[in-house]
C-alpha cells in the first residue's frame, strides 16, 4: 500500500520493528527510517534509509515509479540511517544532481568516498521540480553539522530530518491515525528530544525563529523517524517548553549500590522528596537503561546522584552515567552527591567535581557515611531530601 501525505508525495520509509539498540540508545519500540518520493517533473527522492533496508525502500519506489526515473536526491543529513542506503540508491537511480548542505557534501564524502553529482545549497536557496518547489534551510548541529531541513513550498510539507522525530515502529504512518494518539508516542518523542537534542536547545529555539522569518507556513511536518505530523503544533509546543530547559517539581535519585548502603540513603532520600510533596522517581543504574533515565532528567528539576566509593573511585555505572549526561549538557538542574564509602571515601567528591564540570546547581556538599547507615543517618538523608525539594522545587 502506497502512504500519499499529499497527492503525488509519498512516503517510502521503512519501519525497523526489531530495532532495540541505537548507537546504545534503548529503542525498545523499535523505529522508522522515513524517506519521501515527491512526483513532479523532476522526480525527487528525500533522504534514504539504512543501507540494509534499500530494497524494501525501493519496492515502495518501485509502486509508484520506476526508481530509475528519480532525477534528484535530497540527503538532508549524514548520518547512516538516512545514508546508509545513498550508495546502492545512486548506483541504481544514476541520479542528476544529489542537493546537500555544504557540510553535507564534505561528510558525504568522507563516508561513501563517491565522485557523485553534489550541488551544495544554503538556508533560502530554491529548486524548481517543475509545478513544486523546494527551499533549504540549514540547521548545523541539529544535531549534525551537516542537518538540513527541506520544505515543499506548494504542499506546506517541512521534511525536519532528525528534529521532531521519535523511535517507534508502528503500522501508522500520521499522528491522526496513531491508535489514542499520544499515547505512548510523547514518550517516545520525549525520550528521542533527551537523547538526541538535549544539547541543542538553543539552535532549536533559533530554528522557531528561522522558520518564522522565512514565512514559511507547515501543514505537514514530515521528520525521519517516527510519525508525519498533521498537526505540527503538537510536537512544537513539547520542543519549546524542552529547549527552554523548563524545570518541573520533580527530583530523581540515580544511583548504584554494592551491599545495600548506598540504596538505603536513596531510598531515604526518596521519602524525604515524598514528604515534600514533589514527584519522586529512583532509578537504580543498573535496572533502569540510561537513555530512560535521561528522559527522565530532560524535565526534572533536583537530581540526587548515590555512589559507593570503590577502588578509590566511583562504581563503574555511575561514572558511565555521568559521562553520558555531561555531553547532554543539562541545565537549569540543582543536583547533590550522596553514598556510603569504607574507609577513603571519594565517590561524593568525585560526583560533585563532574556536577560543577557540567554547570549545574550544586546544592549540597555532598552526604556521605561510613559503611551502613544508622537509623539516625537515615532520618538525617530523609530531612535532607525534603529540604532540598522544598528549597529547590516548590515554589
Ligand atoms: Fe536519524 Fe542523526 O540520524
Known amino acids: 500500500m502506497t502512504v500519499e501525505l499529499t497527492p503525488g508525495v509519498y512516503w517510502v520509509g521503512v519501519v525497523d520493528w526489531n530495532l532495540r539498540d541505537f548507537h546504545g540508545y ?33 519496492g ?3 509502486a509508484i515509479v520506476p526508481p ?37 557534501k564534505a561528510g558525504l564524502s568522507r563516508h561513501y568516498k563517491q565522485d557523485w553529482p553534489f550541488v551544495e545549497v544554503k538556508t533560502g536557496d530554491e529548486l524548481s521540480l517543475g509545478k513544486r518547489t523546494l527551499t533549504f534551510l540549514e540547521t548545523p548541529m541539529l544535531h549534525w553539522p551537516d542537518s538540513m531541513m527541506t520544505y515543499l513550498k506548494e504542499d506546506q510539507i517541512l521534511f525536519s530530518s532528525d528534529a521532531f522525530g521519535a523511535h517507534l515502529a508502528s503500522s501508522e504512518r500520521f499522528d491522526d491515525t496513531f491508535p489514542n494518539f499520544p499515547c505512548e508516542y510523547d514518550h517516545q518523542l520525549k525520550k528521542y528530544y533527551a537523547n538526541i537534542l538535549m ?111 570503590l577502588n578509590n573511585g566511583l562504581f563503574p555505572t555511575v561514572g558511565q552515567f ?13 543536583a547533590a552527591a ?31 557515611v561510613k559503611y551502613i547507615p544508622d537509623p539516625g543517618e537515615l532520618a538525617a538523608a530523609r530531612k535532607l531530601g525534603e529540604e532540598l525539594a522544598k528549597k529547590h522545587l516548590v515554589k
Open 26 to 58: 534503548q529503542t525498545e519500540a523499535g523505529s522508522t527510517y522515513n524517506a519521501y518520493l515527491i512526483i513532479d517533473e523532476k522526480i525527487t527522492l528525500i533522504d534514504t534509509v539504512k543501507k540494509e533496508f534499500v530494497p524494501e525502500m525501493m
Open 60 to 62: 515502495r519506489v518501485a
Open 68 to 104: 530509475e526515473k528519480i532525477d534528484y536526491i535530497v540527503s538532508n543529513h549524514v548520518e547512516m540511517d538516512h545514508s546508509g542506503g545513498l550508495p546502492e540508491t545512486v548506483a541504481r537511480v544514476k541520479p542528476e544532481k544529489i542537493f546537500c548542505s555544504p557540510h553535507g
Open 199 to 309: 544539547p541543542f536547545g538553543a539552535l532549536i529555539l533559533q530554528l522557531f525563529d528561522k522558520i518564522a522569518k522565512m514565512g514559511l507556513t507547515l501543514k505537514i511536518v514530515a521528520p525521519d523517524h517516527g510519525l508525519i505530523y498533521r498537526n505540527p503544533d503538537w510536537a512544537f509546543s513539547f520542543y519549546r517548553k524542552w529547549a527552554a530547559f523548563t524545570a518541573e517539581p520533580k527530583a530523581l535519585v540515580i544511583y548504584d549500590t554494592m551491599w545495600h548502603s548506598t540504596e538505603m540513603l536513596a531510598e531515604a532520600f526518596i521519602q524525604g522528596l515524598t514528604d515534600a510533596g514533589v514527584e519522586a522517581q529512583l532509578h537504580h543504574l543498573r535496572l533502569t537503561h540510561i537513555s530512560d533515565i535521561v528522559t527522565e532528567v530532560l524535565d526534572a528539576g533536583l537530581l540526587l546522584f548515590g555512589s559507593p566509593t
Open 322 to 334: 555521568l559521562t553520558y549526561l555531561k555531553g547532554l549538557k543539562p541545565r537549569n538542574k540543582a
Open 338 to 368: 550522596f553514598g556510603s564509602f569504607g574507609w577513603s571515601g571519594q565517590a561524593v567528591g568525585l560526583i560533585t567535581q563532574e556536577l560543577q564540570a557540567m554547570k549545574l546547581n550544586v546544592v549540597h556538599e555532598g552526604f556521605q
